[in-house]
């Protein structure tokens, strides 16, 4: 089992900047890809805004390129999601995930949330 605890969201300003982490623990080896889902309020899925692989290739949402950037501390069993020129339609619960690789079969853990709101 692999556990995921986020912290760094909050209240911040339209222009303004939030800068999220996310801490693996528990049996955290063969994890490939990390990374971040969100979901707005009102909104049933979650939406793909960013992920890392171990070897640290990215990838982000449309919506969030050349605003967001997702790293990786392997050694720390971490990911960062630093988010700038947030604007309204930020505003979400940011879920950070792993994948990890168990015998050719892949599982998905989950972390609890954490809240940015971007409001002035």
């Known amino acids: 089992q692999v556990q995921l605890v986020e912290s760094g969201g909050g209240l911040v300003q339209p222009g303004g900047s939030l800068r999220l982490s996310c801490v693996a623990s528990?049996?955290?080896?063969?994890?490939?890809?990390m990374g971040w889902y969100r979901q707005a309020p009102g909104k049933q899925q979650r939406e793909l805004v960013a992920?890392?692989?171990?070897?640290?290739?990215?990838s982000y949402a449309d919506s969030v390129k050349g605003r967001f950037t997702i790293s990786r501390d392997n050694a720390k069993n971490m990911v960062y999601l630093q988010m700038n020129s947030l604007k309204s339609e930020d505003t979400a619960v940011y879920y950070c995930?792993?994948?990890?690789?168990?015998?050719?079969?892949?599982?998905?853990?989950w972390g609890q949330g954490t809240q940015v709101t971007v409001s002035s």
């Open positions: 995930y792993a994948d990890q690789s168990i015998a050719g079969r892949s599982y998905r853990y």
């Open positions: 992920h890392i692989t171990s070897g640290g290739g990215t």
């Open positions: 528990g049996t955290i080896f063969s994890i490939t890809v």
